[in-house]
């Protein structure tokens, strides 16, 4: 952790290309990067602070792309090759909120899943966000982080791999 970057790390007995197509699910339907509670509250205040209604459901197809948007995020980078997604926010913020998302293949198998949420402060008003809203950034950083690593535990379940505790790092 540092003052602008939160991360969460979980070592997944699942294979990569199961946890790549859960995280980077577009298809319409309960999402990690939509309905999990931390990004529907932040949704909530963005509409009260006068921010635009930014519902967007998911895109609808088989896996966000580049470009898509969904909820408040819009998609800057989804890369199945090196599966990483990264997502930047569209809320009222001094300053930019990027949200990424990489699966990395570990060599005795399974996968590791790693989030980062980073906020990039404009201004003095920025810098003060940076600093009060890191203890919130952390409680998000764990909720959205054990929702995704139990959607993809699901998912592997389903798909037939093993879909046993996550190893935490």
Do not use: K
């Given at each position: 952790?540092?003052?602008?970057?939160?991360?969460?790390?979980?070592?997944?007995?699942?294979?990569?290309?199961v946890?790549?197509?859960?995280?980077?699910?577009?298809?319409?339907?309960?999402?990690?990067?939509?309905?999990?509670?931390?990004?529907?509250?932040?949704?909530?205040?963005?509409?009260?602070?006068?921010g635009?209604?930014?519902?967007?459901?998911?895109?609808?197809?088989a896996?966000?792309?580049?470009?898509?948007?969904?909820?408040?995020?819009?998609?800057?980078?989804?890369?199945?090759?090196?599966?990483?997604?990264?997502?930047?926010?569209?809320?009222?913020?001094?300053?930019?909120?990027?949200?990424?998302?990489?699966?990395?293949?570990?060599?005795?198998?399974?996968?590791?899943?790693?989030?980062?949420?980073?906020?990039?402060?404009?201004?003095?008003?920025?810098?003060?966000?940076?600093?009060?809203?890191?203890?919130?950034?952390?409680?998000?950083?764990?909720?959205?982080?054990?929702?995704?690593?139990?959607?993809?535990?699901?998912?592997?379940?389903?798909?037939?791999?093993?879909?046993?505790?996550?190893?935490?790092?």
């Amino acid at each position: 952790m540092t003052p602008r970057t939160s991360t969460r790390s979980t070592g997944l007995d699942v294979e990569p290309d199961v946890a790549w197509a859960t995280v980077a699910d577009g298809s319409a339907g309960p999402r990690w990067y939509l309905d999990t509670i931390p990004f529907r509250f932040r949704d909530a205040l963005d509409r009260l602070a006068g921010g635009q209604d930014r519902g967007h459901p998911a895109p609808g197809g088989a896996e966000l792309r580049t470009g898509d948007r969904a909820g408040f995020w819009l998609v800057r980078d989804a890369d199945r090759s090196r599966r990483r997604l990264v997502m930047e926010a569209t809320v009222r913020a001094p300053g930019r909120v990027t949200f990424t998302t990489e699966v990395t293949p570990v060599v005795t198998g399974g996968c590791e899943l790693t989030q980062s949420v980073r906020f990039d402060p404009a201004g003095l008003l920025g810098v003060t966000y940076l600093v009060v809203d890191l203890p919130a950034r952390e409680v998000l950083m764990e909720w959205v982080h054990r929702r995704t690593c139990a959607d993809v535990s699901r998912a592997a379940g389903r798909a037939g791999g093993v879909s046993r505790a996550p190893r935490s790092s």
